[in-house]
């Protein structure tokens, strides 16, 4: 079982940059695949990262990829997302996520076994 907190949400004007952190609970975090995902009001939830366990393989969503990225600190059972040149279209409840397979993250968002509760991302113009 692992468990995920999320913090880092705030408000940012466009342009600006913020970093999300995602606290994993349990032994084993260096043997997971984690990722984030986001869901903007009434849209969809979408992929945005996945990094593998040893920190070797990275995957983005097209439209972040050179803004964001995602780390991990296996150390410290984080994974992290800085996000800069943030754009009003990023707003949405970011989640982190974990999972055994470095493609359920990237390719079955609903087979993904664990997630957190999210946090607020809101990027003004």
């Known amino acids: ?52 366990w040893s920190g070797g393989r990275t995957y983005y969503l097209d439209s972040v990829e050179g803004r964001f990225t995602i780390s991990r600190d296996n150390a410290k059972n984080t994974v992290y997302l800085q996000m800069n040149s943030l754009i009003t ?16 993250i990237v390719v079955v968002t609903n087979r993904v076994r664990y997630w957190g509760k999210g946090t607020l991302v809101t990027v003004s113009s």
């Open 89 to 104: 279209e990023d707003t949405a409840v970011y989640y982190c996520t974990a999972d055994d397979d470095f493609q359920i």
């Open 1 to 52: 079982q692992v468990q995920l907190v999320e913090s880092g949400g705030g408000l940012v004007q466009a342009g600006g940059s913020l970093r999300l952190s995602c606290a994993a609970s349990g032994r084993t975090f260096s043997s997971y695949a984690m990722g984030w995902f986001r869901q903007a009001p009434g849209k969809e939830r979408e992929f945005v990262a996945a990094i593998s």
